[in-house]
């Protein structure tokens, strides 16, 4: 059975996070790359929105994790925990957060990408001119760089679609240059 499949079964075809029936697709928890059933939720257009981009994020919207938080699928509880931690300034999120508990191997997960960290502890990447890079965003290379361990040399003017961050290093993205998924350093990229 595909795992879209078992997903909407999973979620009786709805927002895993919210309970909305619109617009519905599979997110996968960063920082893994490849779908699986044990890091993916069905989830709506509207929370994947706010998930990718914390500018846009409404806390209002989040108040469904006071359901959701109890899920029995750990995916669910991971999201629920990172979504309350980003918005725990707003004191309720902090209140479900301590009525939270999560498997140590859980949280360590739920902590791999920052989320609940103070911002002077978080990591941030920046690209050659000082613009922040988030998870997802584009970037062109502005020098030619020569990959480790193969004869691929990434050009300059090269666009890498969809970066990851390396979230113990500051300097380091990842991110795809034609078939090949290489570690590339901040200085060396603009952001599109």
């Given amino acids: 059975?595909?795992?879209?499949?078992?997903?909407?079964?999973?979620?009786d075809s709805k927002c895993e996070l919210c309970s909305t029936d619109e617009n519905l697709q599979?997110?996968?928890?960063?920082?893994?790359?490849?779908?699986?059933?044990?890091?993916?939720i069905m989830a709506c257009n509207i929370c994947i929105g706010q998930i990718e981009d914390p500018e846009t994020t409404d806390p209002n919207h989040w108040r469904c994790l006071n359901d959701s938080m109890w899920s029995e699928y750990q995916p669910v509880q991971v999201m629920?925990?990172?979504?309350?931690?980003?918005?725990?300034?707003?004191?309720?999120?902090?209140?479900?957060?301590?009525?939270?508990?999560?498997?140590?191997?859980?949280?360590?997960?739920?902590?791999a990408?920052?989320?609940?960290?103070?911002?002077?502890d978080k990591i941030v990447h920046?690209?050659?001119?000082?613009?922040?890079?988030?998870?997802?965003?584009?970037?062109?290379?502005?020098?030619?760089?020569?990959?480790?361990?193969?004869?691929?040399?990434?050009?300059?003017?090269?666009?890498?679609?969809?970066?990851?961050?390396d979230h113990n290093n500051a300097?380091?993205?990842e991110g795809k240059v034609g078939p090949t998924q290489i570690v590339i350093i901040t200085k060396y990229v603009k952001k599109l």
């Avoid at 928890?29 to 699986?36: C, F, N, T, V």
């Avoid at 918005?87 to 498997?103: C, I, N, R, S, V």
């Avoid at 040399?153 to 961050?165: C, D, E, F, H, P």
Wanted: glycine share 6%.
């Fill in 1 to 11: 059975m595909s795992i879209e499949r078992e997903l909407k079964k999973r979620s």
């Fill in 126 to 165: 920046r690209d050659v001119n000082g613009v922040i890079l988030n998870t997802g965003d584009s970037v062109v290379l502005i020098k030619d760089l020569k990959v480790k361990g193969s004869s691929l040399v990434a050009k300059q003017g090269t666009a890498v679609r969809r970066i990851s961050l």
């Fill in 80 to 111: 629920a925990w990172r979504m309350l931690s980003r918005l725990k300034a707003e004191g309720w999120p902090q209140d479900l957060l301590d009525m939270m508990y999560l498997e140590e191997d859980v949280l360590e997960f739920a902590k």
């Fill in 26 to 40: 599979i997110y996968t928890l960063a920082p893994i790359k490849d779908k699986s059933l044990e890091k993916s």
């Fill in 171 to 173: 300097e380091f993205i």
């Fill in 113 to 120: 990408t920052g989320e609940g960290e103070d911002a002077s």
